[in-house]
Each structure stands twice: as C-alpha cells, then as structure tokens.
C-alpha cells in the first residue's frame, strides 16, 4: 500500500517560513519525481515545486528564490522549506509521487497538510 504523509503545516505570519515534509511509503522513492502542489479555496490545484529523481528542481515562478524543493532518498523523504511566506500562499499543500517509464505511469498523492499565512 502506498502512503505519502506530509507534515509540517501550521499556522505562520506574513513573512515567516515553514518547513514541509512528506514521508513516502511503498514505493521505490528514488525512482520517482516528487513535487509539492497546493490548493487554495475556490482554486484549483497549482504544482508549487518539483524535483526529478536525478535531482533537477522546477518551481512556479510565484515561489522563486523563497522556495527550496530537496529529497532524501535514504529516508524516502521529500522536504519543502518554504520562506518570507504571503497571506495569499495559504492553502493545502499537498505531496506528489510520478513514475513514468516504459510507458507505464503511477502517480499517488498526500492527503495534504494546511498551511495558514496570517497576522
């Protein structure tokens, strides 16, 4: 069975940071892309940050420069530290797994962890 469990919500202030994590079950975690995604209510779901199983990192530009996408393989652990955090960045984040090989996909997700940017 395979299981992606975030942790590291909260509640932060308007220029504050957080650091997430999602532990990965079940899966051969270095042969997967890994990617933070976040949905804020009324919208739909946006890819925050992304990073292959060779290494390579992709961000939304909104996050640029604030964000930091990083993965252990040794503790099937994918991490986001997130910083200078705005009111608008308040939402569910959420953790994804995609394997694509061999025209073979899998793809499984977190049941996400709440993120709260207020004064």
């Known amino acids: 069975q395979v299981q992606l469990v975030e942790s590291g919500g909260g509640l932060v202030q308007p220029g504050g940071s957080l650091r997430l994590s999602c532990v990965a079950s079940?899966?051969?975690?270095?042969?997967?892309?890994m990617g933070w995604y976040r949905q804020a209510p009324g919208k739909q779901r946006e890819l925050v940050a992304v990073?292959?199983?060779?290494?390579?990192?992709n961000y939304a530009d909104s996050v640029k420069g604030r964000f930091t996408i990083s993965r252990d393989n040794a503790k099937d652990t994918v991490y986001l530290q997130m910083n200078s955090l705005k009111p608008e960045e308040t939402a569910v984040y959420y953790c994804?797994?995609?394997?694509?090989?061999?025209?073979?996909?899998?793809?499984?997700w977190g049941q996400g962890t709440q993120v709260t940017v207020s004064s």
């Open positions: 990073i292959t199983s060779g290494g390579r990192t």
């Open positions: 994804n797994a995609v394997l694509q090989i061999l025209g073979a996909h899998r793809e499984y």
């Open positions: 079940g899966i051969i975690f270095s042969f997967y892309d």
